[in-house]
């Protein structure tokens, strides 16, 4: 089946410090992948989306490059604030029938000053 | 700018109790979405809906029902709750395919004493 492992949380940056977080995926066929964002006490929002082999998605300093020969997304930003304090799931969904998006576990991230 | 709005916002039953959570969206999407998130665990899909008076199965979708008789609200139902219910709970909408963003929103906090 299809399944999204995620690096293990929770991480502590200091502000400024470069930011990387490790996804992995297994999935039959060609998933588009994405990376949601959970705020305290809020749903999640898309930070960002790759839908096809090295494609590179980006939002608010935020990038990701889709590598279908390791079959990875990781999430990556050069210099991070407090503000990027919150959960980010990475997740994968397949196109044409397979309506579900599968989650990983979510790593949270705490920036400190 | 609505977007997705979840009613309650937090909700305290007992086992046995049964309770209907409400999601409504204005954005006209075709797809409606209930996820439960627990502690380690990310994001699982209950039950979803690709359109009006259509529902299916989602990864965990036992002990619940929904349905979406309008295309803009889908509910959420637990008959009899039990305490392994107790959850977060998300909707989220999506315009069309899976590939589209899904729309989140501010979750339900439930608690099954």
């Known amino acids: 089946g299809n399944s999204v492992t995620q690096m293990e949380g929770p991480v502590t940056l200091s502000e400024e410090a470069f930011l990387t977080i490790n996804c992995t995926y297994t999935a039959t066929g060609y998933p588009s992948l994405f990376w949601y964002v959970q705020y305290p006490g809020e749903g999640l929002q898309l930070l960002l989306k790759?839908?096809?082999?090295?494609d590179k998605g980006s939002n608010k300093g935020f990038e990701a490059t889709y590598r279908k020969e390791t079959t990875s997304f990781h999430l990556e930003k050069g210099s991070v604030q407090v503000s990027d304090s919150a959960v980010y799931f990475c997740?994968?969904?397949?196109?044409?029938?397979?309506?579900?998006?599968?989650f990983g576990t979510g790593t949270r991230l705490t920036i400190i000053p | 700018n609505a977007g997705v709005t979840q009613t309650p916002k937090f909700r305290v039953l007992k086992t046995g109790q049964s309770m209907t959570l409400l999601c409504a969206q204005d954005?006209?999407?075709?797809?409606m979405y209930w996820y439960r998130q627990d502690p380690g665990m990310g994001l699982r899909l209950i039950h979803y809906s690709v359109g009006e008076g259509t529902t299916a199965k989602g990864e965990v979708p036992d002990g619940y029902n929904v349905s979406r008789l309008k295309k803009q609200n889908f509910l959420l139902g637990l008959e009899s709750a039990a305490p392994s219910q107790t959850s977060v709970y998300f909707c989220a909408s999506s315009k069309d395919s899976s590939n589209q963003p899904q729309h989140f929103g501010d979750g339900t906090r439930l608690s099954i004493l």
């Open positions: 954005m006209n999407h075709e797809y």
């Open positions: 790759a839908t096809k082999a090295d």
């Open positions: 997740a994968l969904t397949l196109p044409f029938g397979n309506e579900k998006l599968t």
